[in-house]
């Protein structure tokens, strides 16, 4: 069946194209961002995130990451300004993260990756009527993308971990209400920006990526928390621990990536 994708061996990303052709599109995400070869554009503005009245819903375990969902009926918690025409509604957040040890962002700096990654995914409400439309339209997604580096304990990230232990099965939801997002920003807004896609399957290329330069700091305990996540269900007898749940960069084909100041 389609959703058998997965990180491992045998359904890992290098072979998602045999089910997911888009895979191998023009404009694939992640991707590796060198700096000193950017376009610094003057005219792109700071990004305004505004998730004050933002209503958290719950907190699940898809097998592929743990998501916390939103409210998205109307426009409270939008993000708007730099590359953006309209703002853009949050849908939900997740993250991306490696083994002990090891790395785990995305998206790459110069080559060099991060500790983990966090998405918070937006849709233009605006243009599209359902997040679902939107996922499938060109620029119908705003991915605001956040690397966490392993240092000091994260002050807030504790309210996430402390809950985990509750999705600890594929398929695990519950209540995880107001938890606002804005507590987990780095404290400058500087970012890269470029057209992409999902860096999951279906990999539709239709995400305005936003990624900020400034990492957030957690601790390695507060990490090891995700990698006690299972991708089996409570049923199964096979337990998987979920690590390693990142795409590596995609060739860039010709796109350009901007920086705001
Ligand atoms: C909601 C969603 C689905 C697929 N992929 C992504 S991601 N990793 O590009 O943010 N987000
Ligand atoms: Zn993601």
Redesign the pocket.
């Known amino acids: 069946s389609g959703n058998n994708w997965g990180y491992g061996k045998e359904n890992g990303p290098s072979l998602w194209h045999k089910q997911y052709p888009t895979a191998k599109g023009s404009r694939q995400?992640p991707i590796d961002i060198v700096p000193h070869q950017l376009s610094h554009d003057p005219s792109l503005g700071p990004i305004v995130p505004n998730y004050d009245q933002c209503t958290s819903l719950n907190i699940s375990n898809n097998g592929h990451s743990v998501a916390v969902e939103f409210d998205d009926s109307d426009d409270r918690s939008v993000i708007r300004g730099g590359p953006l025409d309209n703002p853009y509604r949050l849908k939900?957040f997740h993250f991306h993260w490696g083994g002990k040890g090891c790395h785990g962002s995305e998206h790459t700096v110069a080559g060099n990756s991060y500790a983990s990654e966090l998405?918070l995914?937006h849709w233009n409400a605006v243009k599209y009527k359902t997040y679902e439309e939107a996922a499938t339209a060109p620029n119908g997604l705003a991915?605001l993308g956040i690397f966490l580096q392993t240092g000091d304990d994260h002050r807030w990230l504790h309210t996430i971990t402390d809950a985990l232990y509750m999705v600890k099965f594929k398929g695990s939801v519950t209540d995880f209400k107001g938890f606002n997002p804005k507590c987990l920003l780095p404290s400058s807004l500087h970012y890269w920006t470029y057209l992409g896609s999902?860096?999951?399957p279906p990999l539709h290329e239709s995400?305005i990526w936003i990624i900020l330069k400034e990492p957030i700091s957690v601790s390695e305990r507060q990490l090891s928390k995700f990698r006690m996540l299972l991708s089996t269900g409570e049923e199964e007898d096979q337990r998987i621990h979920m690590e390693n749940n990142f795409r590596p960069p995609q060739p860039l084909k010709g796109r350009r990536v901007r920086s705001s100041v």
């Open positions: 995400s939900q998405h995914v991915v999902l860096t999951t995400v």
